[in-house]
Structures are given as structure tokens and as C-alpha cells.
């Protein structure tokens, strides 16, 4: 891959964002490592920096226009243009519908689905005038519907829509646009999940992974493999797909 191009993680202060920044750029990508918390970034950055490679940490709330204008504008001054872009940002407020409040809704539609279609929408204009472009979004398992999670549900399922709308409209550019939905993944996300529902992580992990036909639960670097393969110029020929990383086929 040459010269250098450049990537951007959202959401990639920890989890699988900070895998899949470290995986580009052990791929030979320069990477802006993007998050709320841009001290954050900045360690993930310097860690990526300690092993050879170029990065950045970049502090960046996908949800508001200016504040992503402002960062991928920085991120090509700093970088060079962003031609692979792996929307990951997302959080949870996991509650029953009865219980959901409004608030609950709209946020995380707006880091979502929002923050994707913003930092797509501001990326996409250096892909096209490149003619060459990657856009990697996180949808989830939950996007087939999980008690607790209708927000996040109709988020990941809405970013699937989203990825085969840009697959069509962008594909004549050189630009492919895919999704992979993780299943059970070990992250602070879903330690947050055991412990809303009362039950310890340790055991948490024990009963998901009985119900895995590859008998683990996912890691990070799982993710951050499939994710590494769609970023690369062989997969130039696959677009507007779905990817499920669960360990196994889904019910």
C-alpha cells in the first residue's frame, strides 16, 4: 500500500475501536484515533506512535456538524486524506420500552446514526476526489432485535440500511461501504450489559459462550481482522454487505 494512506476509528479510545486503530496501523495505515475523550485518543495514539507507526488522537463529538468538520479537516491537514473511515462511536442506554425515556432514544441515535452519516458525509469528499474509499460500519447482532435494546437495535439495524445506500451511491467512485455486526464481544459495553441485568462478567461470559458454536465469546481482535480485510484493496469487489462475527450463524 503506497504512499501511506489514512484511516479514521471512531469510538476508538478503548474496546474494539483501539484494536481495530492499532490492527490499521500495523496494516500500514497513518490512523486518527477519534473519540469524545481526546486524552484518550491521544494514549491510544502514542501507543501506535511507541510501535513505529503514525497516528494521532483526535477528540471529536460525532454528533455535532461542526465539531466533525473541524476534526476530519485536521486529520487531512495532519494525516493526509481520510480514504478508510470505521464508524465504531456508539454507546448504550439499554432499558425497557416502558422505561425508555426520550432522552434515552436520541442519544444514542445521535452517536449512531447520526455520528456515522456526519462523519461519512464530511469523509466521502476526499474517497471521491481520491477514487478509492473504505467505509466500515459497526452494526451489532442486537440489529435482529435484544430485549432491552430497542434504541440500539433500531441504531444497528438503521446503519445497515445506511452502508447498502452508500455502496450504491459511492461504488462508481472506487468506494466500498460494508458493516460488521458483532455478536458476543468482551468489552467494557458489554460488562456494562451483565451488570445491568445483575449477574457478574465472569458468568456473564461462561453462559453467552455455552451458546456459541465455537464455544468462546469474541475478542476485539476478531473485529479488528475482519475489519482489517474489508479496509484492504482485495476486498475491492465487496460492497454493501453485512458481515456477522459471532462465532456462529445467528437464530
Keep these: 500500500m503506497s504512499p ?3 484511516a479514521i476509528v471512531t469510538g476508538a479510545a478503548r474496546g474494539i475501536g483501539a ?29 501506535i506512535r511507541d510501535a513505529g507507526g503514525s497516528a494521532i488522537g483526535v477528540g471529536i463529538d460525532v454528533g455535532d456538524a461542526e465539531q466533525v468538520a473541524a476534526g476530519v479537516a485536521r ?3 495532519e494525516l493526509g486524506a481520510p480514504v478508510v473511515l470505521v464508524n465504531n462511536a456508539g454507546i448504550i442506554r439499554d432499558n425497557l420500552l ?9 442519544a444514542v441515535m445521535t452517536v449512531h446514526l447520526r455520528g456515522a452519516f456526519l462523519m461519512t458525509k464530511a469523509c466521502q469528499a476526499h ?22 435494546q430497542a434504541n440500539y437495535s433500531a441504531a444497528k439495524a438503521g446503519l445497515q440500511g445506511f452502508t447498502k445506500t452508500l455502496a450504491i451511491e459511492l461504488g462508481r467512485f472506487g468506494v466500498t461501504a460494508n458493516a460488521v455486526a458483532p455478536g458476543f464481544i468482551q468489552t467494557d459495553m458489554t460488562a456494562a450489559t ?15 459462550a455455552k451458546q456459541i458454536p465455537v464455544g468462546r465469546v469474541g475478542q476485539p481482535e476478531d473485529i479488528a481482522a475482519t ?12 460492497s454493501g454487505q453485512v458481515i456477522y462475527v459471532a462465532g456462529g450463524p445467528l437464530d
Excluded at 480485510?229 to 469487489?237: D, I, P
Design 194 to 208: 451483565a451488570e445491568r441485568i445483575g449477574v457478574s462478567f465472569e458468568d456473564f461470559i461462561e453462559h453467552s
Design 227 to 238: 475489519i482489517s480485510f474489508l479496509c484492504s484493496e482485495e476486498a475491492g469487489f465487496v
Design 4 to 6: 501511506t494512506r489514512t
Design 127 to 148: 474517497m471521491t476526489e481520491t477514487k478509492f474509499g473504505r467505509i466500515v460500519n459497526l452494526s451489532s447482532s442486537s440489529a435482529q432485535g435484544n430485549r432491552g
Design 19 to 47: 484494536t481495530t486503530a492499532r490492527r490499521l496501523a500495523s496494516d500500514g495505515y497513518a490512523v486518527a484515533v477519534v473519540d469524545l475523550d481526546e486524552a484518550a485518543s491521544e494514549a491510544v495514539a502514542a501507543t
Design 98 to 106: 416502558f422505561k425508555m425515556t426520550e432522552d434515552d432514544w436520541d
Design 75 to 77: 486529520v487531512a491537514d
